[in-house]
């Protein structure tokens, strides 16, 4: 079933409620996204029909359950254009991330060894890294940006040599909303010989994300990013590293024999999956990947390019206000960070939530790049697909107010 | 719009104290120094404090943070600024009390000078960290030095 992006507000019941007296204009999605109602229907039936332990049940039962995960497993695949046994499930981005850098990169790295990452990163595709180079006496580089929140390709051209053995790098960021050049970042690493992996928790349910043609070796999401419930995230790999990956947590499922002394694990993806995963939120995963698809592409991105367009240009008159990362355009996503000169970013919080208004004021997660931007903390507005210009328009306002308040 | 709410938490006497701290920059005869954080916003402060005579002698901040933390930790810093210690120590307690939500002690609440408006923040509860971050790092700075002696 086709569904149409104007009225997809409708299918968000938690959209419908005030917040202090002030119709809820979500602007957090970066953080995590609302459910639509398919979504929070699909972990209820699960519940009410389906529940049961996967892989292990001869009943029927324990088969629904299985066929259920296992064919968002698929679902993932296609979406991302990839390998049914190449998507592993994990608790999300973050612990993607680590499994690839503590099951992966910490057995091939030696000492001298380099791994490059950008200071654009989420904590998350970064101190894993730096715990590895401090645990294999690797060293980590860091791609700058330039005075547009965008990479410096050129410093990065300079960064890669032989002993680059891993570049990390977000699809897009989650505080300047730069859309990072991935594939040609991927290629630039290949041509060294080096493992790419990527953090596209801010990419996947903004605009399709294909495995095939980015040609990476890992990429990680979250399921709560992209509509879907907590608890759920992916991993991409390619198929020939994961057989080479060892997982990081062992236990029930992913054996296929245990003796005493030793085990001999299951192939992937199932010796990464141990204990009881997280099936109803692997099933509300798929959920949410459906409605993605019922929407499309198109109108998805058309929509969103049309949000944050409104909001960059209706931010950029509001006068001592500061917009971080690239103007809209191609290389922005659907997210705007800025500061209110004379205002810290907790109080614009404050203010703007009394308005109804929900946005993110700190570092978010990124504390180097805080550091390279020299603030100590911002304010972000994200936008999702439910959105719309009267939301903006209320961001508007209430920063005015937040402004008159503050006299600044 | 509702603004009603907001004027509740961010008094004049607040703003005043933001916009214009008290105690604010480095204290050369300092004995304790004390650098904290809210890991949740990345408000830093650092607290400086010099201890004489089982007293406060003196101290100052410096740091970086929103109006609600500035403006604690300068009123933080006129109130204890001379005290004895068993006396800062006791205000703190009843500060941290009071954003708490537990202010039965209300005559203690009043010896806390232009803090005690502060008490207004507990409506705002993404918020009481910024007020209390002084006062920890103040109870911090007296502990430390007690355990040195
Ligand atoms: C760019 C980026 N990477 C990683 C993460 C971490 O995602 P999660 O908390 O779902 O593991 C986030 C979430 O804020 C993010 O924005």
């Known amino acids: ?408 | 719009m509702n603004l009603g709410n907001l004027s509740d938490l961010y008094r004049q006497l607040i703003l005043d104290h933001a916009q214009h701290p008290h105690h604010h920059g480095e204290l050369a005869s300092a004995d304790q120094t004390v650098t904290l954080n809210n890991p949740t916003c990345g408000d830093v402060i650092k607290l400086q404090v010099e201890l004489k005579d089982n007293q406060v002698a003196d101290l100052a901040f410096s740091g970086d943070g929103c109006s609600i933390s500035q403006a604690s930790a300068s009123m933080m810093t006129d109130l204890v600024k001379g005290q004895s210690l068993p006396e800062v120590q006791h205000e703190i307690a009843t500060f941290l009390e009071m954003l708490m939500g537990n202010n039965d002690a209300d005559e203690d609440v009043d010896a806390l000078g232009d803090a005690a408006v502060l008490a207004t923040v507990v409506k705002f509860p993404a918020r009481i960290k910024c007020a209390t971050l002084a006062w920890k790092a103040l109870e911090q700075a007296i502990g430390e030095a007690n355990n040195h002696e």
């Not at chain 1, 328009?393 to 308040?405: D, G, H, M, N, Q």
């Open chain 1, 1 to 408: 079933m086709v569904k149409n992006i104007a009225t997809a507000r409708n299918d968000f019941p938690i959209l419908n409620q005030q917040i202090n007296g002030e119709p809820l204009t979500y602007l957090d999605n970066a953080a995590t996204t609302q459910k639509p109602q398919v979504v929070i229907d699909a972990l209820t039936h699960y519940y009410e029909t389906d529940n049961a332990n996967i892989h292990r049940g001869v009943y029927t039962l324990a088969e629904r359950a299985t066929e259920a995960y296992e064919g968002v497993r698929q679902q993932v695949a296609n979406f991302i254009n990839a390998q049914t046994d190449e998507v592993i499930f994990t608790r999300g981005t973050t612990t993607s991330l680590n499994w690839v850098a503590l099951g992966f990169a910490r057995q091939l790295l030696q000492p001298n060894d380099e791994i490059i990452i950008t200071v654009m990163e989420h904590h998350s595709n970064l101190v894993p890294w730096q715990q590895v180079a401090l645990q294999t006496g690797a060293k980590l580089r860091y791609i700058e940006i330039d005075e547009h929140g965008e990479l410096d390709l050129t410093q990065y051209g300079e960064l890669l040599n032989p002993k680059t053995k891993f570049v990390a790098f977000t699809h897009v960021s989650n505080v300047l909303g730069t859309i990072n050049p991935v594939k040609q970042m991927t290629k630039m690493a290949h041509d060294v010989g080096a493992y790419v992996v990527i953090d596209g928790a801010q990419a996947v349910g903004h605009f399709s994300v294909d495995m095939t043609d980015l040609d990476c070796d890992f990429y990680a999401f979250s399921g709560h990013k992209v509509y879907g419930p907590t608890g759920i995230g992916v991993l991409y790999g390619k198929r020939e590293l994961l057989a080479e990956m060892n997982p990081v947590e062992f236990g029930g499922e992913m054996i296929n024999l245990v003796e005493r002394q030793t085990t001999d694990f299951k192939p992937a993806p199932a010796k990464f999956e141990a204990g009881t995963m997280p099936i109803a939120q692997a099933i509300g995963l798929g959920a949410a990947l459906d409605y993605l698809t019922s929407l499309g592409w198109s109108a998805i991105e058309e929509h969103e390019q049309s949000l944050v367009t409104a909001a960059y240009q209706q931010l950029n008159k509001i006068d001592g206000l500061t917009i971080y990362g690239p103007a809209a355009g191609p290389t922005r996503s659907a997210l705007i960070t800025f500061n209110l000169n004379g205002v810290h970013p907790h109080d614009v919080a404050t203010v703007l939530d009394t308005q109804g208004v929900a946005v993110r004021a700190g570092h978010h997660c990124a504390q180097p790049l805080m550091q390279t931007l020299g603030v100590s903390a911002t304010t972000r507005a994200s936008f999702g697909l439910y959105n719309n210009l009267a939301d903006v328009e209320r961001l508007i306002a209430a920063l005015v107010e937040t402004k008159e308040f503050f006299q600044v």
